[in-house]
């Protein structure tokens, strides 16, 4: 069976540590042992490594340590991507002032991701803004992509023990 891939944004990797959120980190980290065994093929991009640049040390450090311990593909932007942001700002997924939160999103979809990881429920993990993705993808001839929180992607299986 092939591997999903999955598009990790920034709050996934700040997530790994944040004691303030201790059930969402503990998902998080789950979700970080299902990566460290291969069970999935991942992106991070160079927007989510752009917003862990401005973040404040320790916190910058513990997130590029986190990141160190897995294999991924590491994607930039380009102009396809670019085009596609701004059909979504066009068609109304979200305002101008969220156009990074759709820059994690077109890339993610360009990059055929199956799934988006966050755990930004405002811009991302929000059906809203899931429904016009979809739309906006379809018209312009995208596969659709799904966005869930890791709680939804670790889930139980049946089958274990």
Same mark, same amino acid.
């Given at each position: 069976? &092939?591997? /999903?891939?999955? %598009?990790?944004?920034?709050?996934?990797?700040? $997530?790994? %540590?944040? *004691?303030?959120?201790?059930?969402?980190?503990?998902?998080? /980290?789950? /979700?970080?042992?299902? #990566? &460290?065994?291969?069970?999935?093929?991942?992106?991070?991009?160079?927007?989510?490594?752009?917003? !862990?640049?401005?973040?404040?040390?320790?916190?910058?450090? !513990?997130?590029?340590?986190?990141?160190?311990? !897995?294999?991924?593909?590491?994607?930039?932007?380009?102009?396809?991507? /670019?085009?596609?942001?701004?059909? %979504?700002? *066009?068609?109304?997924?979200?305002?101008?002032?969220?156009?990074?939160?759709?820059? $994690?999103?077109?890339?993610?979809?360009?990059? *055929?991701?199956?799934?988006?990881?966050?755990?930004?429920?405002? $811009?991302?993990?929000?059906?809203?803004?899931?429904? &016009?993705?979809?739309?906006?993808? &379809?018209?312009?001839?995208?596969?659709?992509?799904? #966005?869930?929180?890791?709680?939804?992607?670790?889930?139980?299986?049946?089958?274990?023990?």
């Amino acid at each position: 069976m &092939k591997k /999903l891939k999955i %598009y990790l944004d920034t709050s996934i990797i700040s $997530h790994l %540590y944040a *004691k303030d959120a201790p059930e969402r980190m503990s998902d998080t /980290l789950e /979700l970080w042992r299902q #990566i &460290k065994d291969g069970i999935y093929d991942v992106l991070i991009s160079n927007i989510t490594f752009e917003e !862990i640049s401005h973040c404040n040390e320790p916190k910058r450090s !513990i997130m590029a340590d986190f990141i160190s311990q !897995i294999e991924f593909s590491n994607e930039d932007e380009t102009r396809e991507s /670019l085009e596609l942001v701004d059909n %979504y700002l *066009k068609f109304g997924v979200l305002n101008s002032k969220s156009r990074d939160d759709l820059r $994690h999103i077109s890339l993610a979809t360009v990059c *055929k991701c199956d799934i988006i990881a966050s755990w930004n429920f405002k $811009h991302f993990v929000n059906i809203k803004v899931i429904n &016009k993705v979809q739309a906006v993808n &379809k018209y312009e001839g995208y596969s659709e992509i799904q #966005i869930f929180p890791p709680n939804m992607i670790i889930g139980g299986d049946e089958n274990e023990n």
